[in-house]
């Protein structure tokens, strides 16, 4: 094994109250209409105001009780910037970090193509071998271990276009977005297709989501506790479940208990989800963010090198859901570094 | 299909705010040594009171920050009555109902046993048999029909020694418990090796513990969008995990993602759990409910007639964990009807 980098942890992070890109909220309730001062007046903005006042408002048709106020969220396109995947990022960093200790992988694939880093070889790998990357990056520790290799990772990573750290290329409107529900006693939950303990490595100070509120995809640990040392959970180079797709309902019906009233996805990995929160009668809200800001961000999700991945938006006017052009919507992409 | 028993649903009990049986919140700080009427003096209240007063105390060298205050309760015999197995007479109960829909029953074991419920022949189905009912009594529906069915069974089935209803053979102490730990900043978990969807129908009412809050054992679910049809979860007569013994940690580690500081259990299924509790540096929490009192409750946990169920009682000297005897120790077992 790799010596395990130094890194605050999010414990550590947590208990000092970084929730560092969080607008700070109000003593007094500030109006929903103020709430997204990053969202340009449309009809996405429109709506999530209309839904918030609506279900907040005590004694009104549409009222919902706080316990209720659940509102799930992807992750990668919807909270944070998805091209690259970071987390693949992730895990090509550690298979370099982790080489000289593997003197095999020079010729073995697929780590001889992650250590060569060649674009196109890498997208030839397909899932296995990717799913090969990332089971080999991220078991074989406990997941205090894991947590503190990835926070000391983002300390020194920075995303290869914005050239800022990834903690930075999460979305300012959408932070302002979980800020609102927050205020109006929603609980906000990340319901992601990368890995769960991944994003609660800095969930709660990016996003201001404690690790609970986590919900991802997940390899298996197990409980150890040898004679002479600690109990503790080891993480297995196997899969356990897969958070995306039909997954997610599945998964929130899991963790959660309790069918959220508003989602918010990008891709094709979130249409059931999105199906799911938004089909029962009562007030509901589905929103799908669109990339179409070459200049900001990327465009891609009507025009993905690996196909389309629109299936989403496509459906969003059948089902009533707000589509947010990242382009034309919003005044400001990422927080002020 | 049996019909579908009517009955209020959890979310509308937990809607109304019906916490019945959890003692009243006041406005202001209570001292912790009044919190807990149900203890007399014992050197299990005491380590209560003083872990709680040790990790809220601001500054002190045992602070612990409101987000790490996570606090794991198993369910059967730490927080309800366990015996008989609440869950398994809902499931022999529902064989009953189900029954005159599948007249094979009443030849092909182990239906034919459950129907007769003689004592000694279901003991003796063994833990393939008892599988085989649950997985039959619990499968084959939504999670919002299944919680309306075990919510229709509470309302009507009686403890058959206390004859009262099952919601009402919960332990008063552990209210109080539950309450003085929330009061304080905790979030009380249930780590239950029964089923998840069983005791999330109920504990939110019950204890205020509302259902992302309640981990447990689980069968499989999968999505469903049929054609013309609504987007659900459908649940599927397959084990998906036994949230029991080693598994508690793994689904501490799942669910939570976070340690927790204090663990309460009663019997072996619950000993990982306390050990990985309890094992890390700083102040810590390990409680074992010792089940001595013949009179008020069952006398069981060191003379089991399915064997010792006891080796948490045994470490509890050894690893610092405390031990309430409900003979000695709690003045009320259960909650005023």
Redesign the interface.
């Known amino acids: 094994m790799p010596p395990r980098p130094t890194g605050l942890s999010r414990?550590t992070l947590?208990?000092l109250g970084l929730l560092a890109f969080v607008a700070p909220r109000p003593a007094g309730a500030q109006p929903a209409s103020e709430a997204l001062p990053s969202w340009k007046p449309s009809a996405a903005r429109q709506a999530i105001i209309d839904f918030v006042e609506a279900v907040t408002r005590e004694g009104g048709p549409d009222f919902v009780?706080p316990?209720?106020r659940?509102a799930v969220f992807d992750n990668d396109g919807t909270l944070w910037c998805e091209i690259p995947t970071v987390q693949f990022e992730f895990a090509l960093d550690r298979i370099r970090q982790m080489a000289p200790h593997h003197p095999e992988w020079s010729t073995t694939e697929p780590f001889r193509t992650a250590l060569k880093r060649d674009e196109a070889e890498l997208a030839a790998l397909g899932s296995r071998g990717i799913m090969e990357l990332m089971l080999a990056t991220h078991a074989g520790s406990t997941?205090e271990a894991f947590e503190e290799e990835v926070n000391a990772w983002l300390s020194t990573a920075r995303h290869p276009k914005f050239h800022r750290p990834y903690l930075t290329t999460i979305y300012q409107p959408m932070l302002e977005l979980l800020a609102l529900l927050e205020r109006n006693g929603f609980?906000n939950y990340i319901v992601s297709g990368g890995g769960?303990?991944f994003v609660?490595a800095w969930s709660?100070r990016a996003y201001g989501i404690?690790?609970?509120r986590?919900i991802g995809s997940?390899i298996r640990?197990?409980?150890r506790?040898p004679q002479g040392g600690?109990?503790?959970?080891h993480r297995l180079a196997e899969m356990?479940f897969i958070d995306d797709g039909?997954?997610k309902?599945?998964a929130i019906?899991?963790?959660?208990?309790?069918r959220p009233i508003a989602a918010f996805g990008n891709s094709d990995g979130d249409l059931?989800m999105l199906?799911?929160v938004t089909?029962?009668p009562g007030r509901r809200l589905g929103l799908v963010v669109h990339h179409d800001d070459a200049a900001r961000e990327v465009a891609y999700d009507r025009q993905s090198p690996i196909g389309r991945l629109d299936r989403a938006l496509d459906q969003a006017p059948v089902r009533g859901w707000s589509v947010v052009s990242m382009r034309q919507d919003w005044s400001t992409v990422f927080p002020p570094l």
């Open positions: 414990r947590g208990t009780p316990p209720a659940i997941p609980a769960i303990e609660r709660e404690p690790p609970q986590v997940s640990s197990v409980f506790f600690q109990p503790e959970l356990d039909p997954g309902p599945v019906g899991k963790f959660i208990g309790r059931e199906q799911y089909a029962p």
